[in-house]
């Protein structure tokens, strides 16, 4: 069963917002969450991302936070970012950095969220690193895009974001945004959305898939492919090699705790691979997104809450 299982999906994006279910999760907390989070602070993080590193991975820091309710809240995550960055400069570690526009106050005021957001990126630019914007759901969908085109304007390019090949609008935003250079993350999407504006069946998500990652290969953009999906990480290995292009044109991308065993085998055969990794307290959301896209993550969980009880 996979992202397709809109019955699965459904469910559990659903159950997630229940306060008994959210009491349960919470109550198991750390201990269960701990298998997709690199830990609560900033030196645990590091010190994983640096374990990632010997193994040829790279990583994209993600300082878990969103859907925030006071534009305070938005300039704390403003500030932690600032450090990470730093952090990751002090340690000389291999990685760059995540963000949620709506951690930075985008659904409460778009222009602090901007602000906020380019402070950020200037962090970055001083330190050679970049930042993605991840995408959240269809509300912040145009306005994440523009945010990221303005940047690029101001000559803030060490910014990128990330287009889901779930989303019709998808095919419309791609060349545009491949001819303004900016860099992407591809993925399939893992907000629940509805079937006015996304592909449901996981045939039509992994053909739009396709699409969009064969189109930034041949305009020669660099690209990230963030997949678990042997499918799609074989189809991109053959396309690549029939094609002539480099290793080096592109990168995988896969998330914490899911599996580390083939990240480290794509290092070892050449791709450039990094992993997504969250830390924080705020873990409760990403948690539940996890558990939602696949059956297999809420077995291993559920195997981990037994062995605990135990
Ligand atoms: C680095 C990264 C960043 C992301 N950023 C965003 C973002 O900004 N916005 C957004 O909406 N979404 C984001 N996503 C999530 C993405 O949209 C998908 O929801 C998520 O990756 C699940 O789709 P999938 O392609 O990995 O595989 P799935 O559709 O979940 O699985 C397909 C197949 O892959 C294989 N597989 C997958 N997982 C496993 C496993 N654990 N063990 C064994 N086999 C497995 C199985 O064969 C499975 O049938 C991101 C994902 C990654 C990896």
């Known amino acids: 069963m996979g992202i397709g299982s809109k019955w699965y999906r459904k469910s559990l994006l659903t159950v997630a917002g229940i306060p008994l279910v959210e009491k349960l999760s919470t109550?198991?907390?750390?201990?269960?969450?701990?298998?997709?989070?690199?830990?609560?602070?900033?030196?645990?993080?590091?010190?994983?991302?640096?374990?990632l590193n010997r193994l040829g991975i790279m990583a994209t820091l993600d300082h878990l936070g969103e859907g925030i309710r006071r534009l305070d809240e938005a300039a704390a995550y403003r500030d932690q970012y600032v450090?990470?960055?730093?952090?990751?400069?002090?340690?000389?570690?291999?990685?760059?950095?995540?963000?949620?526009?709506t951690q930075m106050g985008l659904a409460l005021n778009p222009a602090v969220c901007y602000s906020n957001i380019r402070d950020v990126v200037k962090q970055a630019r001083g330190r050679r690193n970049f930042v993605r914007i991840d995408m959240e759901n269809t509300p912040y969908t145009q306005a994440t895009l523009d945010l990221v085109r303005r940047l690029h304007k101001e000559g803030l390019t060490n910014v990128g974001t990330v287009l889901q090949a779930y989303l019709f609008r998808t095919a419309q935003d791609a060349p545009g945004l491949l001819r303004e250079g900016v860099n992407l993350r591809l993925v399939k999407g893992a907000?629940?959305?509805?079937?006015?504006?996304?592909?449901?069946?996981?045939?039509?998500?992994?053909?739009?898939?396709?699409?969009?990652?064969?189109?930034?290969?041949?305009?020669g953009a660099y690209t990230a492919v963030a997949t678990h999906d042997d499918e799609i990480i074989n189809w991109v290995k053959t396309y690549v090699r029939t094609k002539g292009i480099p290793k080096r044109a592109f990168e995988f991308q896969m998330l914490y705790g899911l599996r580390m065993n083939v990240q480290a085998r794509l290092a070892k055969e050449g791709y450039r691979i990094r992993c997504y990794v969250p830390y924080g307290v705020m873990w409760y959301p990403y948690f539940t997104r996890r558990l939602a896209e696949k059956p297999a993550n809420l077995m291993m969980v559920l195997k981990h809450m037994s062995a605990l009880k135990r």
């Open 191 to 219: 907000y629940k959305e509805s079937e006015d504006v996304a592909f449901q069946k996981t045939s039509e998500i992994k053909d739009s898939f396709k699409g969009i990652i064969k189109l930034h290969l041949e305009r």
């Open 27 to 51: 109550s198991y907390g750390k201990r269960l969450a701990r298998r997709f989070i690199a830990g609560e602070t900033l030196d645990e993080a590091l010190n994983e991302v640096e374990a």
């Open 83 to 101: 450090k990470l960055i730093e952090g990751i400069a002090e340690r000389k570690v291999r990685s760059n950095v995540s963000l949620k526009p």
